[in-house]
């Protein structure tokens, strides 16, 4: 497939990944850390921690934005899609996230009228098309699809669609990212940066990385080559005792961003004081509201949703395996109140979190594997 | 942590797993339907236990019941395609392949199929009476007839046009011992042709996104490639099966784990067309997962593999037949895949609907 196999060729991932052995330092353990959900796919897919040195080890980041909305917010979403006047709206990958009491796909079964789309805009279709009915638009993902949603409101206010609404939990990659960098007992060496939030956001949110932390910083594209070649931009930095934040995915992502996309965001959108992250915490400003010139289409207001807290069990230990301080098996509830079947923190939630991984494939899914001929 | 705690929290694990499955759910809901481990706990935790009884313990395509000297088998399976007409099939042909297929790789040839027609009041008999003459054509390509059957109709909103229940009636080949304990390591996995043809197809027919492509489901009778396998494999052939929902990934699944070998895939070696390939990237769903209706996997034993391969390529169906991987003796229980890319990825059994992703 044009574009795309040329990304995945096995030859020159072997040639990149022989100069990443070449400079790797024998004496020392690397952990670096991919910050977003999708590179942690590409890695899994194809196989990426197969190529590298023993010594270098990838610490799955904390941006699935699907996995880190903690319960209370999935809980007030369904108590939305439970009103009989709406129609309840979401991306498909939300279907299976859970609540308190059991996620999006069970509440539909029980009648709800949830309906899984593609982009906002085709809520907002939904919406011109039944006009007798309230249609809400389940909002979730970083600065990538913040902008869509942004987009939708601007076009729903300005065609004074009044039955439809967002409720918007849409998040920001720095605030996280700078929490783990802020933890003590912090054990990484260096972040593959999110692409695709950065074609929004440029390169520049990410200098305070390399200036206040010492940790390099190489934002990445999402084939498997753009990860080995940006492993190899980490490396050489450590290497050469450089720190920096370089741009592999210049091919999309340019250095100040998306300025028109910004420009939307910021009239849609404020930051929240506070937002919560499943297994994580609260986290100042690392959320977005809905701004007041929109407050009309917010579902939060619309709806008066309770702002419910739901705990996270206080033996969660996300954070510690986020940070690398922890291996999954080590959690408390790791396999015990924690499975994939009911997750409760962030890593159990996708099968590629570490610790659903690790459930389901033990030593495997951190072992490299021989692999022998064909 | 100590080796021995992280040991003791494994093998916690493996137990747990290997305990029958309990169903919880309060409700039925879609991930149930999909063919994957939502679909293996309702099977395995609600209707099993129940109906417990020999024949439907190794759940099998189709039962095998001693019959006098033979044994018979016995398939049933429903379809709820929509929409009911799609590239390359319609559900009357599906209905009719699909349960043929079922008895085809129980290595039983088919005696007498059974339909059911379950219609929605407004369906326009123009639509009915190409259904009907789908099946009858699908039919005698098989060399089977539909000796029996049954029609309801229901109120208006309570089906989508049309649903077909087919149950087929076979004699089982007396020579072929085909089940997962037949599988020994180096065993040969063999793939009929390319993955995901059939589900893609469905999906692009439905609309929703927007996608123009062609693609054509796979729908067809496997008796030729399993006559053909037959012939060249003889008593080499160990296990067949019929990759429908949740794809050749959960099949291989359920094979690591009856086995209690493991299952080691070349990604490469994966026959996908380009554009089902391109297809399943935009959404984000992966092919290993998606749904056939035409396509044969077999493990076969190494001295005949190359044999057996040769034979499905000269078939009808079967000309981008591939070996696509083999069995060891490690990781038990388990599927892995050496990526194109040069590294190797567990492949689980699909969870929940194949659903996009956002991220």
Same mark, same amino acid.
């Given at each position: 497939m044009k574009y795309v196999d040329e990304f995945r060729n096995a030859d020159i991932a072997r040639a990149v990944a022989a100069e990443i052995a070449s400079i790797t330092d024998s004496g020392r353990h690397y952990k670096i850390m991919e910050v977003c959900g999708g590179h942690t796919h590409t890695i899994y897919r194809h196989g990426i921690k197969d190529l590298l040195p023993d010594q270098v080890e990838l610490v799955h980041g904390p941006g699935c934005p699907v996995c880190v909305l903690p319960m209370g917010r999935v809980d007030e979403g369904i108590g939305i899609a439970e009103r009989p006047e709406v129609i309840f709206t979401c991306f498909g990958d939300m279907m299976r996230v859970p609540g308190s009491r059991g996620n999006l796909l069970e509440v539909k079964a029980e009648g709800a009228d949830i309906r899984m789309v593609y982009s906002p805009l085709d809520a907002l279709r939904i919406a011109r098309e039944n006009p007798d009915r309230e249609v809400v638009f389940y909002a979730i993902g970083f600065e990538t699809t913040a902008p869509s949603t942004a987009l939708t409101l601007q076009r729903a206010k300005k065609e004074g669609i009044e039955n439809f609404s967002v409720f918007c939990n849409h998040v920001t990659i720095v605030p996280p990212v700078r929490a783990l960098l802020d933890s003590p007992d912090l054990r990484l060496d260096a972040f593959i940066g999110p692409g695709h939030v950065s074609t929004v956001?440029?390169?520049?949110?990410?200098?305070f990385m390399s200036e206040d932390y010492d940790k390099p910083c190489v934002v990445a594209g999402f084939e498997p080559l753009d990860l080995l070649q940006s492993i190899l931009m980490l490396m050489r930095q450590l290497d050469e005792g450089r720190c920096e934040v370089e741009n592999q995915y210049s091919r999309i992502v340019p250095w100040e961003g998306n300025l028109q996309a910004l420009k939307s965001m910021a009239e849609v959108f404020e930051l929240r004081p506070y937002f919560e992250w499943r297994g994580l915490g609260f986290i100042a400003q690392s959320a977005l509201k809905l701004s007041p010139a929109y407050a009309d289409f917010d579902a939060e207001l619309r709806y008066s949703t309770p702002g419910v807290r739901v705990a996270d069990p206080k033996a969660c230990q996300c954070g510690e395996v986020l940070k690398g301080v922890l291996k999954p098996p080590e959690c408390k509830v790791f396999g015990t109140a924690c499975t994939p079947e009911r997750p409760l923190g962030a890593l159990m939630v996708s099968s590629e979190g570490a610790c659903a991984a690790y459930y389901n494939f033990g030593r495997k899914s951190f072992e490299k594997v021989e692999i022998g001929s064909k | 942590m100590s080796e021995q705690r992280e040991q003791r929290v494994l093998d916690a694990l493996e137990e747990n797993r290997r305990r029958p499955p309990k169903f919880t759910a309060p409700r039925i809901d879609m991930s149930h339907g999909a063919g994957g481990k939502a679909t293996h706990k309702l099977i395995e935790g609600l209707l099993l236990p129940t109906l417990s009884n020999p024949a439907l313990a190794p759940l099998t395509d189709a039962a095998l019941i001693p019959f006098g000297d033979n044994n018979l088998a016995l398939t049933t399976d429903s379809y709820v395609v929509r929409p009911l007409v799609f590239p390359g099939g319609s559900i009357g042909e599906l209905a009719v392949n699909g349960t043929v297929n079922d008895l085809a790789v129980s290595g039983a040839t088919p005696v007498g199929l059974s339909a059911a027609l379950i219609i929605e009041e407004g369906l326009e008999t123009e639509v009915l009476a190409h259904e009907v003459e789908a099946m009858a054509a699908a039919a005698g390509h098989a060399g089977v007839s539909i000796v029996t059957g049954d029609t309801k109709v229901v109120e208006r909103g309570k089906g989508d046009g049309l649903y077909v229940v087919t149950t087929g009636a076979g004699v089982a080949d007396p020579e072929l011992s085909l089940s997962s304990a037949s599988v020994r390591p180096g065993d040969k996995i063999l793939c009929s042709g390319t993955l995901g043809d059939h589900g893609a197809a469905i999906l692009i027919a439905r609309g929703d996104l927007e996608l123009e492509a062609e693609v054509l489901s796979d729908t067809r009778s496997l008796i030729p490639l399993v006559q053909a396998l037959k012939e060249t494999a003889g008593s080499g052939l160990r296990f067949m099966r019929d990759p429908t929902r949740g794809g050749v990934g959960t099949v291989l699944n359920e094979l690591a784990r009856d086995s209690g070998f493991g299952v080691v895939l070349w990604e490469e070696r994966l026959p996908i067309r380009d554009v089902v390939h391109g297809a399943c990237e935009i959404l984000g769903i992966d092919p290993l997962y998606v749904a056939n209706e035409g396509k044969l996997l077999a493990v076969v034993a190494p001295e005949v593999a190359d044999g057996a391969l040769e034979a499905l390529r000269r078939v009808e169906g079967g $000309? $981008?037949? $591939? %070996? %696509?991987g083999e069995v060891r003796e490690e990781p038990a229980r388990m599927v892995l895949m050496h990526t194109g890319f040069g590294g190797t990825r567990m492949i689980d059994m699909l969870v929940g609907d194949p659903l996009p992703r956002i991220c």
């Open positions: 956001v440029g390169c520049r949110p990410y200098e | $000309e $981008e037949a $591939e %070996i %696509i």
